[in-house]
């Protein structure tokens, strides 16, 4: 069991997308997550920040790059525990961070036994573009994929686009890798997450048909491996391919 240091994906200027780190001893309290910094300067935006056993390692990870106060944005992609498990610690940690989620599970998050208050933003159905740096992030509608209330974030400057659970992978014990290198032997780690945690093709086709505009030149999950520029297309064209997932299989 191996723990890896952040990992810069993209730097130019004083913009990054940095992968924060990991446990692989982590596994053994759930499945393996990834979280994400985006860096402008010496600001930051956190992605699906995550839960309570990640917290620690995550922080020190963001303190390399970024001083807490300066994490301006924490982005959540959807309302799992993977996710927000850990958002009542980053409230105290990153006190001037606006927090973002879906209009949908806002209401839900104080459940986490913290009072928000004028912190949170809700994230309408359409998806916004959320002022950050000398730039944006967008938040980009993604609903159903898995939750109803879903977004994805994209970096215009870096062109990263991080898919929340859509790219998720599962590994076998010691097999983790950071990126993907066999697409052809990474889809056997995918197949069964998106068949059971996917509900619907019409929502996959939905998002595809939204995004394909989009100069997107890495996608970076939730949980398993990241896309670089040709696996991009693999991986698009693959979800496209996928015949049966979620409610066909019931
Ligand atoms: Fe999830
Ligand atoms: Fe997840």
Same mark, same amino acid.
Do not use: C
């Given at each position: 069991?191996?723990?890896?240091?952040?990992?810069?994906?993209?730097?130019?200027?004083?913009? !990054?997308?940095?992968?924060?780190?990991?446990?692989?001893?982590?596994?053994?309290?759930?499945?393996?997550?990834?979280?994400?910094?985006?860096? %402008?300067? %010496?600001?930051?935006?956190?992605?699906?920040?995550?839960?309570?056993?990640?917290?620690?390692?995550?922080?020190?990870?963001?303190?390399?790059?970024?001083?807490?106060?300066?994490?301006?944005?924490?982005?959540?992609?959807?309302?799992?525990?993977?996710?927000?498990?850990?958002?009542?610690?980053?409230?105290?940690?990153?006190?001037?961070?606006?927090?973002?989620?879906?209009?949908?599970?806002?209401?839900?998050?104080?459940?986490?036994?913290?009072?928000?208050?004028?912190?949170?933003?809700?994230?309408?159905?359409?998806?916004?573009?959320?002022?950050?740096?000398?730039?944006?992030?967008?938040?980009?509608?993604?609903?159903?994929?898995?939750?109803?209330?879903?977004?994805?974030?994209?970096?215009?400057?870096?062109?990263?686009?991080?898919?929340?659970?859509?790219?998720?992978?599962?590994?076998?014990?010691?097999?983790?890798?950071?990126?993907?290198?066999?697409?052809?032997?990474?889809?056997?780690?995918?197949?069964?997450?998106?068949?059971?945690?996917?509900?619907?093709?019409?929502?996959?086709?939905?998002?595809?048909?939204?995004?394909?505009?989009?100069?997107?030149?890495?996608?970076?999950?939730?949980?398993? !491996?990241?896309?670089?520029?040709? %696996?991009?297309?693999?991986?698009? %064209?693959?979800?496209?391919?996928?015949?049966?997932?979620?409610?066909?299989?019931?």
């Amino acid at each position: 069991m191996k723990v890896h240091k952040p990992y810069v994906i993209y730097e130019e200027g004083d913009h !990054s997308f940095i992968w924060l780190g990991l446990d692989e001893s982590d596994r053994e309290k759930g499945v393996l997550t990834n979280q994400y910094l985006i860096r %402008d300067g %010496d600001k930051g935006a956190l992605l699906d920040a995550g839960g309570y056993f990640v917290f620690e390692r995550v922080l020190n990870s963001v303190q390399e790059f970024v001083k807490p106060e300066n994490v301006e944005l924490l982005l959540y992609s959807h309302q799992d525990p993977d996710v927000v498990g850990a958002l009542n610690l980053w409230v105290d940690m990153v006190p001037n961070a606006r927090i973002y989620v879906s209009e949908l599970w806002e209401r839900f998050l104080p459940h986490l036994g913290y009072d928000l208050g004028e912190a949170i933003n809700e994230l309408p159905d359409q998806g916004a573009k959320i002022p950050f740096g000398k730039s944006y992030i967008e938040a980009v509608p993604a609903h159903f994929l898995h939750s109803p209330g879903n977004f994805h974030f994209y970096d215009p400057i870096s062109k990263v686009y991080f898919s929340g659970d859509m790219g998720a992978a599962i590994f076998p014990k010691d097999k983790w890798y950071l990126i993907v290198e066999n697409f052809e032997e990474h889809v056997k780690l995918m197949e069964g997450f998106h068949r059971r945690y996917i509900p619907s093709k019409a929502a996959i086709e939905k998002w595809l048909n939204r995004i394909q505009g989009m100069d997107i030149r890495i996608i970076a999950p939730q949980h398993g !491996s990241i896309f670089m520029e040709k %696996d991009v297309k693999n991986f698009l %064209d693959w979800l496209r391919s996928l015949d049966k997932v979620g409610l066909d299989l019931l």
